[in-house]
T-cell receptor
Framework: NAGVTQTPKFQVLKTGQSMTLQCAQD?????MSWYRQDPGMGLRLIHY???????DQGEVPNGYNVSRSTTEDFPLRLLSAAPSQTSVYFC???????????FGSGTRLTVV | GNSVTQMEGPVTLSEEAFLTINCTYT??????LFWYVQYPGEGLQLLLK?????DKGSNKGFEATYRKETTSFHLEKGSVQVSDSAVYFC???????????FGSGTQLTVLP
């Protein structure tokens, strides 16, 4: 089925470890974004991309890197995990029409 | 910058009650407005949208009207069901920002 696929669904990291959250979409969408969701704080934008090779910072980019080498993939890298990065992470994509974003099912990350 | 202010929750209603969740916004330019719904343990799903003033978005019995004069996009449903229990997010998009800005979310619980 067409949509946004995120892997893994759950992950536990130790402080200082690095990892990559994967995000792929098969809708040929230009726009892709990463959000984190924390209790009582809604969704906050980490990084976003408006096309292959183009990325920009969102509201809370520190501690995260992204790249967009293809239209389909938009991985999020945690460089050195910290307990403050414990959260649920959502990837989303949007085409150039005005339909709105399609969200992945999320990755629940715990940093101990 | 853009911002979305959403009615504080949680909201608890009895089945068949009338629902209103308030949403107001601040934006530069002419935003598109969205309501997303998040069921427990899932990602966000687009519920409805409106792209210009006076547009009414509707889906699954929910409605919201884009009111430019009051910068509002309140969500309403005439008769809620237990299955409507979820978190509801108001959001806006502008071409200049090229990203979604979310409200903090409103938890709705419908009791049988």
């Amino acid at each position: 089925n067409a949509g946004v696929t995120q892997t893994p669904k759950f992950q536990v990291l130790k402080t200082g470890q690095s990892m990559t959250l994967q995000c792929a979409q098969d809708m040929n969408h230009e726009y892709m974004s990463w959000y984190r969701q924390d209790p009582g704080m809604g969704l906050r934008l980490i990084h976003y991309s408006v096309g292959a090779g183009i990325t920009d910072q969102g509201e809370v980019p520190n501690g995260y890197n992204v790249s967009r080498s293809t239209t389909e993939d938009f991985p999020l890298r945690l460089l050195s995990a910290a307990p403050s990065q414990t959260s649920v992470y959502f990837c989303a994509s949007r085409g150039t029409d005005n339909y709105g974003y399609t969200f992945g099912s999320g990755t629940r990350l715990t940093v101990v | 910058g853009n911002s979305v202010t959403q009615m504080e929750g949680p909201v608890t209603l009895s089945e068949e009650a009338f629902l209103t969740i308030n949403c107001t916004y601040t934006a530069t330019g002419y935003p598109s407005l969205f309501w997303y719904v998040q069921y427990p343990g899932e990602g966000l799903q687009l519920l409805l949208k409106a792209t210009k003033a006076d547009d009414k978005g509707s889906n699954k019995g929910f409605e919201a009207t884009y009111r430019k004069e009051t910068t509002s996009f309140h969500l309403e449903k005439g008769s809620v069901q237990v299955s409507d229990s979820a978190v509801y997010f108001c959001a806006l998009w502008t071409g200049s920002a090229r990203q979604l800005t979310f409200g903090s979310g409103t938890q709705l619980t419908v009791l049988p």
